[in-house]
């Protein structure tokens, strides 16, 4: 396969126009790596973004007493640095190959003067990462909403008790730490809200929660399961 | 607060520096909308996109019989139609206020001149979107490896029983089908795969999986949980 038809598999790039892929393409440049093989370290200048062609990128970070974390193992058609890469920052980890493999580097250099020339180029890779954030949302949303709802009654209850039974309660930490708290993301995180207050269980204003049906939330804590 | 302060609280722009959100703040119209009002009908050209200010907004499509079909409704801080803007396409759905709302409008040719001047906002914006997808896949793994590896196992069983139980299956769909099929993304699948092998229970070969262990995968099914 040449590297236009590749990099046209590739989610990041995916449904790009021929003549931007082919652009893309001219920039990049095949690094073949041996097992063991260090890509780049934390603290070095994020001058390029990777993507994995063959084979397996660790990515990890050593704590002060040598200790190795291993924070994502990558592999065929995943990218990798581009977040540091993207805003222009140090890499914040090591990169080292797992095995024999070969990426796809992107110079941050050339693909500036790209988007420069051809701002649709940027464009083009905004649409692409903003559908799948929309895709990953709904599919969040669906994991959530049959463990969440439950966990965010306990929750509720949790400081009702902590305030002697109150039926009035206070959020005290944001919506969207809440969010991670609960395994979920702030979007369906309101989305559960607002269909808890639909049915009754709740009334929300800002961070203060009114609970009006105690026993639907113990309820929904034991039973688990959707409203 | 001011646009330049409203606009750095957007996930979208999050951590913009100041200049980049000065730019981008010039760009765009505050448009105020009653209940009811129509933002843009499905088919229009995608001349800029939303960003919610106040109140709420319906994305919906009408089905060629006239039934409507809610798809999102999107609150303060949310952006809409920004992907087919981003990929300059027409709009595949119509939008309505649901009450009276403000939203931010963002010309899509001043967003193009603005990323042909200052290209690093565009790639600031990948880095944001592109983090945040990182984020959501994290989740997305959290939120799968309790029921997924053993809806995986009731798959393979299912195959392996219209085989008249063969240990030898082999996958009819893609894995990308698969991961949507049991409620995953292909990441998260390709690693339930990798610890189901390191632990013995099967062996993947491209899409030949041979079963090693069937009272393993049985377990799995029955008692869920992970491996």
Known sequence: MNIVDYLSTIPLFEGLPREQL??????????ALNK???????????????VVLKGRI???????DGKEQTLHIFGK?????EVPVFAGKHFPANAEALEK??????????LIKLI??????ALNMLAILARRLREFTVKIEHLSLKEVPSRLAAYILYLSDREDGSSQVKLDITKGQLASLLGTI?????????KMSKQGLI???GPNIKILSRSALEELVEYGGWL
């Open 58 to 64: 660790k990515i990890y970070k050593l704590s002060p």
């Open 186 to 194: 702030p979007e369906t995180l309101s989305r559960i809200f607002a």
């Open 22 to 31: 082919e652009a893309l393409s001219r920039i990049t440049v095949t690094v």
């Open 36 to 50: 063991g093989q260090i890509i780049f370290s934390e603290g070095d200048e994020g001058k390029g973004f990777y």
């Open 116 to 121: 420069e020339k051809n701002p649709s180029l």
């Open 101 to 110: 493999s070969k990426v796809l580097f992107f110079p941050r250099d050339a």
């Open 77 to 81: 058609g995943e990218p990798f640095g």
């Open 203 to 205: 009334e929300v204003l």
